[in-house]
């Protein structure tokens, strides 16, 4: 079938609703190729999907030839209501998954090869998992189940039991025993047995490091898995005794013995069936071990029993292994992913890292270091500032158990400057974490803090392209109700001019709309309004006349105030663009911004009000950064032009900041109508933890601040989708959303025609 005569069907099946052209076209273009009653079979279901989620059955329609060719046309029908109970469970990237996974997902089910899927489970397992914990650990799926210390992986499906409830009661297991593994220290023993490290801040983790000492590493990592699931079966059956007595039952019975020539895979043979059940068949394991594998499930009992168990195992059997092949994990105990732990802790590290010398760099620049002064009294060179000398000092007096109470302080150039709550949970933070306090996060802060003063410095350098002296703006912490005071740095910046021809190609693609869009916003210039009761004017008043003839026939004087006069009043409006620069607009998004401006400036310079572009980008706090494109006063130029032409994506999204920059401008701006319009492609995000509702909130609350010193927000948002964080942030009407970049520059000017009329 043609693919006009698909579209036309297709807006038949969806009408009243007029769906984006050229997306209809993309999702329509596989079935060009099909047979007709196929691809009615398929159209068929359109009615179905498309009043639950248009973006569904775009998805929909993409797939459906390739799953029809996995089960038979009668079954298309239980496919689409599977894949929306899906999308109502789940949502889209669950019902996505669905209709990819077709074969997996849906096709064993029709053979009767069923189980319980990690997606149907992972909402309800999610909240028990976290209440195990005690802190947000997230669930993912993996072939099989592990944990890195801050998600725990676990199977994609489970089918060992004949129902749900009972698959499910192992999903809990399965679970449980991972958080185990967290709870009881599996992966940081300590023990004399570990390496000693030649870095204190680790880049491996010490027990990959015994397992490579040791004659045969994979050997004794299994072994140490059993010896380690043993002690958390035991954990699990004084912490959870209802959960483990349900679901023991359904363990399967010990695993049959390798090979005859395999004694090693024999013996973690024989620990798995002593983790199932608590016996142990091998005679010569039982009588050399058997006190020492009892201990283990005892009360009390460390992980460096199990290394001391796990070295004194390994040496007996690993003459034995040359003909060693590992066992089939335990469903439930999955395996020890030590790269992945060493992944997530050097994250974790990192993370924490960056947030302590962000914080600390922080305080460095708010206070003025002892003995110095300010500005002109400063020794040192003009411009120069050189970084202070720090010490950061946690005390216990001497007690060295970790709850023992500290106090901390800083010392700047000797003197003793006290802490805030914040940099001093992070100092205990991070001793908890290394053990101590890394000497490099104290000069990184010191280094930082000394670069940031050389910029606010009197007769500092410009370098860098700065505008100004970096200003300290607050953050609004929703979780406590309350401002994180001078919080984040904002450094308004040049932007890098760079020649090309976007400018020239952009007027020549739009010339005939920028001609009719000048004409428009020429009839702009000035406002009209009716003034009545005026001595002279263009037109009688009727109502004043009316009146004057009954005061007159009343006896009283008659008013000489009988005619209407029009009057043309100037505009008065003020207009800030924020443009958001951050790398997710690489591509058409940036493009079409980009264009959207200069339609813009073309178009305004008509109507003549004052207006600004500032494009916004940076990385965590202390980089917050804005791009001087057009200043409010700044005439529009080739200057101007060039910049516009050099906008291009520069890191994350930090939005907050740029707002409260952009109303502490317009505090300097007398103006009617001061309107702030905002054109981002996606929700407020930064490199650090600033993301999900924190970072909503605080741009709300960013939006609020500026509408309470008189300044309207408007954002121009480009997304595949709407979202609702979107009228929580800017309210009902004070938003639109575009879902084909294509129709921002001609949809912008439009916007603020309307927003100034």
Request: net charge negative; proline share 6%; charged share 25%.
């Amino acid at each position: 079938m043609e693919l006009d005569n698909l579209k036309e069907r297709f807006f038949a099946l969806v009408a009243p609703d007029l769906p984006n052209d050229w997306e209809v076209e993309e999702a329509l273009e596989g079935l060009t190729g099909a047979a007709p009653d196929l691809v009615e079979t398929v159209l068929a279901q359109v009615p179905v999907i498309w009043p639950v989620s248009n973006s569904l059955c775009y998805n929909y329609l993409g797939q459906a030839v390739g799953a029809l060719s996995c089960f038979p046309p009668a079954e298309l029908g239980t496919w689409v209501n599977e894949t929306l109970d899906r999308y109502e469970k789940g949502g889209l990237q669950a019902a996505q998954r669905f209709m990819v996974h077709v074969e997996e997902e849906f096709v064993c089910r029709l053979r009767g090869i069923a189980g319980l899927r990690f997606d149907e489970v992972q909402g309800r397992l999610l909240p028990y998992v976290r209440g195990l914990a005690g802190r947000d650990l997230d669930l993912a799926a993996a072939a099989t189940a592990c944990t890195d210390g801050e998600t725990i992986y676990l199977p994609r499906e489970i089918s060992l039991a004949r129902g749900e409830a009972d698959n499910f009661l192992l999903y809990k297991l399965t679970a449980s025993f991972q958080w185990a593994f967290l709870e009881l220290g599996s992966f940081a023993p300590a023990s004399p047995l570990l390496p000693a490290a030649p870095d204190t801040e680790l880049a491996w983790l010490p027990l990959a490091r015994f397992f490579d000492s040791l004659a045969h590493p994979g050997l004794a990592a299994d072994i140490y898995l059993q010896l380690e699931s043993i002690r958390a079966r035991a954990f699990l059956a004084r912490e959870l005794p209802g959960l483990m007595r349900e679901a023991l039952p359904l363990l399967p019975a010990c695993p049959a013995w390798p090979a005859a020539g395999d004694r090693a895979g024999r013996l973690v043979s024989e620990l798995q069936c002593y983790c199932l059940s608590g016996d142990i068949r091998d005679a010569s394991l039982a009588a050399a071990h058997g006190r020492r594998l009892r201990h283990l499930v005892e009360p009390g009992t460390d992980a460096a029993r199990s290394l001391e168990l796990c070295r004194d195992l390994h040496a007996q059997w690993c003459r034995d292994a040359g003909d060693y092949h590992s066992p089939q994990p335990l469903f439930f105990q999955g395996t020890f992913r030590l790269d992945l732990v060493l992944a997530a802790r050097n994250r974790r590290r990192r993370s924490l890292e960056q947030r302590f010398v962000d914080t600390l760099a922080t305080v460095l620049v708010q206070t003025p270091a002892p003995g110095k002064g300010t500005g002109g009294d400063r020794e040192q060179a003009a411009g120069e500032a050189p970084a202070p000398d720090v010490a950061l000092v946690l005390d216990s007096g001497g007690k060295r158990h970790r709850d023992a109470e500290q106090t901390a302080f800083l010392r700047i150039n000797n003197e003793q400057v006290a802490l805030d709550e914040e940099l001093e949970a992070l100092a205990r933070e991070v001793t908890d974490e290394f053990g101590f306090l890394p000497p490099r996060f104290i000069s990184s802060a010191a280094g930082r803090a000394g670069r940031a003063a050389a910029i606010g410095a009197p007769g500092g350098p410009a370098g860098g392209g700065e505008v100004q002296a970096p200003v300290v703006y607050d953050e609004w912490d929703h979780r406590r109700n309350g401002f994180r005071k001078n919080w984040c740095i904002m450094t308004e910046k040049e932007i890098p001019v760079t020649r090309s021809t976007f400018i020239a190609a952009t007027l020549a693609r739009y010339r005939g709309q920028i001609v009719r869009l000048r004409n428009q916003f020429e009839m702009m210039r000035t406002t009209e309004r009716f003034l009545r009761r005026q001595r002279d004017g263009d037109d009688i008043d009727l109502d004043a006349l009316v009146e004057s003839l009954a005061d007159s026939r009343a006896g009283l004087p008659p008013s000489d105030r009988l005619f209407v006069r029009l009057a043309r009043d100037g505009r008065d409006i003020a207009a800030l663009f924020l443009v958001d620069m951050s790398n997710s607009t690489q591509g058409w998004v940036g493009t079409a911004i980009k264009e959207a401006l200069v339609l813009i400036c073309e178009a305004m310079e008509k109507v003549g009000d004052r207006y600004g572009i500032y494009g916004f980008s940076g990385m965590r706090r202390l980089r917050c950064e804005t791009f001087h494109i057009k200043h409010l006063d700044e005439p529009y130029g080739d200057g101007v032009r060039q910049r516009i032409g050099s906008i291009a994506p520069q890191e994350y999204t930090r939005m907050a900041p740029a707002i409260r920059h952009m109303t502490a401008r317009f505090a300097e701006v007398d103006a009617r109508i001061r309107l702030l319009v905002i054109l981002s492609d996606g929700k407020p995000e930064d490199y650090d933890d600033y993301k999900g509702e924190y970072a909503i909130e605080d741009t709300r609350h960013a939006l609020l601040e500026a509408r309470s010193a008189g300044i309207h927000p408007f954002c121009i948002t480009i997304d595949h989708h709407a979202h609702e964080y979107m009228a929580h942030m800017y309210g009902a009407a004070n938003s639109i959303f575009l879902d084909d970049v294509r129709k921002l520059p001609a949809r912008m000017p439009e916007i603020y025609r309307v927003l100034t009329s």
